[in-house]
């Protein structure tokens, strides 16, 4: 079992880097400090259960994962990248996603419907329902009858290829710092 100090020490070591992961998986950024406070506390309540010796940090990244579970369920906001969500003009959320998802693509700013033009149509329409229609996998599996494992692997595939297309974007406009560690330049 570790010490209260070697405890406090571990969560000093690791508090930037928790920080950042919250900062990326958390749908509302504003519980942030609230999410960490209650996951340091749950693993200072569980010390005992955590041996000396074994992966803290991933012993931690497992805790803070399951309080960001529970935060984003009662949250239920829409897990989509702020940038991208101020680039899309209000009237986005009158169109007929579900039967014309292109019309989301009309109107977002350039880079951004340049990056989602290349999108084939399967990945456009799951991200789109995912993340401006807050569908969640199972609905859009359902309404498009799609396996979820499809929905699933296009959502995932159309989140990369957007990082991708956007990432050097997103670093000239010092929309994201520290965003080099995240887009993948191929």
């Avoid at 900062?23 to 504003?30: A, G, P, Q, T, Y």
Wanted: hydrophobic share 40%; glycine share 4%; charged share 25%.
């Amino acid at each position: 079992m570790l010490t209260n100090d070697e405890f406090s020490q571990l969560i000093t070591n690791y508090q930037g880097e928790f920080t950042g992961y919250l900062n990326r998986i958390l749908n509302d950024r504003s519980k942030i400090e609230d999410v960490l406070s209650d996951a340091i506390l749950s693993a200072y309540a569980g010390l005992s259960k955590f041996e000396k010796g074994t992966n803290f940090r991933a012993w931690m990244y497992r805790i803070i994962l399951n309080k960001v579970f529970v935060a984003n369920r009662e949250t239920k906001r829409m897990m989509v990248n702020s940038e991208l969500v101020e680039k899309i003009e209000p009237s986005l959320y009158d169109t007929d996603i579900y039967n014309n998802p292109e019309s989301v693509v009309d109107k977002c700013d350039d880079e951004v419907a340049l990056a989602l033009n290349q999108l084939n149509k399967q990945q456009l329409k799951c991200l789109i329902m995912q993340t401006v229609e807050s569908y969640s996998y199972q609905e859009i599996a359902k309404k498009l009858d799609m396996p979820l494992g499809t929905v699933m692997t296009n959502i995932s595939r159309a989140r990369s290829k957007m990082r991708r297309i956007l990432g050097d974007y997103a670093l000239s406009r010092g929309l994201c710092a520290g965003a080099h560690r995240y887009f993948a330049v191929a």
